[in-house]
């Protein structure tokens, strides 16, 4: 049951600007997460990197996928590779848009005791 006071955080002139912050990061996070999906797919599966959709995968995704690609060893078979760096990506970016929309939402406006419940909340 929500406690008031008099000032409601949903009406705070904050929130609408902290929502629209992480819809803009889950859209990026998604997309990035998309394209390296592909590009995950289209090496499991042999794809030709030389087809003109393949190729711009690979080339949009060099950019995401670059600081990872020495992580790990690739295992290849017979044509097929499994790029365990592109699921370590994923992973990474994953978790960094979820900390960015994390501190998008730590912004909201909050009643004193609406804090104070949600810390006694945080105790349990």
Known sequence: MPISNGTNSY??????PLYRGTQIVWYIAGLVE????????LKLLGANPLAGFTSFI?????????PFLSVFK???????????????AMIVYWLIAMA??????????VSTPEAAVKLDNQDK
Do not use: C, D, H, P
Request: glycine fraction near 6%; proline fraction near 0%.
């Open 34 to 41: 998309v394209l390296l999906a592909f590009r995950f797919i």
């Open 11 to 16: 009406n705070s002139s904050s929130t609408k």
């Open 74 to 88: 690739i295992s290849r078979v017979e044509g097929s590779i499994f790029e365990w760096t592109t699921l370590l």
């Open 100 to 109: 960015i929309a994390k501190l998008f939402v730590m912004g909201k406006t």
């Open 58 to 66: 690979y080339g949009i995704t060099q950019l995401f996928a670059a």
